[in-house]
């Protein structure tokens, strides 16, 4: 229900500012009580709700679990991308690879470069990534723009030379295999189709990315 105005006996949503004069009255909004605790509801809902898909976006699949014992200074340097599930942000894209290094805050800059064939140029992506819980368990939130961050789960890990990575993001549908090499044997591109199918990727979509082995 809206507040009744004693006077006018109506929602009081607008009211007369000053004496009226001829011509066009002038008009000014007076927010009722119930309007002003809607207005501030529908932000706190907006907060929470944006609030829990940042949340959210930093998951992982209830079937993938991050590697432990995990050393980020290892990881450092550039990785290939062999093989990856289609999304925009990558759409198109051959010869792709990822480099990380350090920063003077403690995370990790990423460096994203691909190849856009259709357009004939390179393309690249800067952003930072930074550990969601301790540093030696590979789960990472990775941002390429402000606030918005998403998983960056290495759930398989090539431990002896760090020579290749499976990775997740939030869900099912991001799903990456990287590579020290632009080209792996057929044995590990098997496991790895083995692996995820078993964990509830759809491997039939995967896109096996063409590299240059110059």
Not at 17 to 23: F, I, L, S, V, Y
Request: include cysteine.
């Amino acid at each position: 229900m809206y507040p009744i105005d004693d006077q006018a006996q109506r929602p009081r949503l607008w009211k007369h500012a000053g004496p009226r004069r001829r011509g066009r009255p002038a008009l000014r909004i007076s927010w009722c009580p119930s309007v002003r605790v809607s207005l501030r509801i529908s932000l706190r809902v907006l907060a929470i709700t944006a609030l829990a898909l940042l949340v959210g976006c930093l998951g992982m699949p209830d079937t993938v679990k991050p590697v432990s014992g995990f050393e980020a200074e290892r990881y450092l340097g550039k990785w290939y991308e062999i093989a990856r599930l289609d999304h925009s942000f990558e759409r198109g894209l051959t010869q792709v690879s990822a480099e990380y290094q350090w920063r003077d805050d403690g995370a990790l800059r990423v460096l994203n470069r691909g190849f856009d064939a259709e357009e004939g140029e390179w393309k690249e992506a800067e952003g930072v990534a930074r550990f969601v819980g301790e540093p030696s368990e590979a789960h990472l939130k990775v941002s390429f723009f402000g606030p918005f961050y998403g998983s960056y789960v290495v759930f398989e890990l090539e431990k002896e030379n760090y020579s290749y990575s499976f990775v997740s993001g939030y869900n099912e549908s991001y799903l990456w295999l990287l590579s020290r090499t632009p080209d792996v044997p057929q044995a590990l591109r098997d496991d790895f189709e083995e692996q995820a199918r078993a964990l509830g990727f759809a491997v039939e979509e995967l896109i096996w990315v063409e590299q240059s082995t110059d």
